[in-house]
């Protein structure tokens, strides 16, 4: 492709020398091996600014470099925003994927994965091939794809643009996607028309990223100057301010109040819900699989998302009741004994709430959690994590999540700071495996212990190394120890 074709919609200042250069190879990773007919994008980081590598790369002979601050060579092409620019170049490079598709995003602390997975099941119940980009996984239509990226950060711009590609390839008529606010923030998603996107709600995650709340609101709102109709959640606070600041085509929903959507008559029951969807004065009875309060703002979110897309209620409400659970969220690991194991990807405060005060409804016995925090993230949540859970479980295991280069217990200690006021009773167990062991072998008939904070996760992040960790297979192999020990 030649440069002038591959920075349309990018910049007009390319210069006549570079205009007909043939780019064979786009980078952004000073690491890769490249050489003529490469065009190297310079993003600068908190560790590394690329710039300083352009010297180096000129001696391997790379084509062009754009850069967003005169390096003083003839092949530079200046931008103000270097990853923005990258995101639209791989859409050119790409051949524009994202135009053969309808997107829809959903953006939010909490909720985004089962809303996408929902949007996503009952379009396919519709006859479209649908593609999704998510926390849980890609997938092209039935096909799940395998992917090394660690959950939640969205997917890079190469990585973004050749998985539309091979979305719009293989017939998808839609992607639905999770827009995470790091993705966002780095415009990753820049060259991207959204048909709708989501807001679900926003509460303290991430601070380790964005530092301060409004930062970490801002990059979420980014997503609302780049879609044709937006669907907020009026019962969130910062859903309330950003329905109040955006200027698209907008549309709220609730559980509180009439809006463009809103839900009523709603009736929680041990294993789903039912209540009644209304839109245009007229209410549609709904019946859902999914349990919680929580679930039925997530389903009436996607329900909504379907309306805005243009499909009949007769059509979509119909089958969000075959619609079962997602991995990894309330998902039940079956025991055959008389407690329920519940494995669940709470990771916040209001999402460890979310669950807990769910289970805690329809619990017939005690409500024990295990969790722990994530280290090299967001230290000031460490506490309200343990608020959060001592609120509605009767029992705490406080262990590890994903240590990372942090020291396990010291994370924990940070935890247990925030049980200095709580009479919930505790037990501290460093190691993970070892704490599910501990709540499988001392549980307690009608006991419903949830695993938060790991997921659909497969794996514990120790140090800088990502190694096999699945809790389904703990739980079994902890169930399979007392089995042999009854003889």
Known sequence: MKLK???LGVSDEVSENLKDKEITGLFSDSRKEMGEGSLFVCLSGKRFDAHSAIPELSKKGVSAFVTERDCGIRNQIIVKDTREALSKLWANFTGNPQRRMKMVAVTGTNGKTTVTTVIKRLLTGLGEKVGLIGTAGDEIGDTVLHSDRLAPSSPEQE?????????ADEGCTYCIMEAT????????LAGVRFEAAAFTNLTQDHLDVHGTME??????KLLFSQ????????????GRRLYDEINCEKYGFSLSEKTDFYAEDILLKPHGSDYRFVF?????????????RYNVSNTLCALSVLKLLGYDENDFIPLIGRVE??????????TGRDFTVIIDYAHSPDALENILSSVKECANGRVVCLFGCGGDRDPIKRPLMARAAAKYADFLIVTSDNPRTED?????????????????EYIEIDNRREAIFWAIENARPKDTIVLAGKGHEDYQILGTKKVHFDEREQVKEALEKIKASEG
């Open 227 to 238: 879609c044709k109709r937006a669907l907020v959640n009026l019962d969130d606070p910062y």
């Open 159 to 167: 990585d973004f643009y050749t998985l539309l590609k091979k979305m």
């Open 181 to 188: 606010s790091q993705g966002l923030e780095q415009r990753r």
């Open 215 to 220: 930062n970490y609101y801002q990059a979420k």
């Open 408 to 424: 396990p217990h010291a994370i924990i200690t940070e935890i247990l700071a925030g049980l200095t006021d709580t009479d919930t």
């Open 325 to 334: 659970g997602v991995r990894g969220r309330c998902e039940v690991v079956p």
């Open 5 to 7: 074709e591959l920075f």
């Open 280 to 292: 245009g004065g007229v209410p549609h009875a709904v019946s859902i699989a999914l349990p919680g």
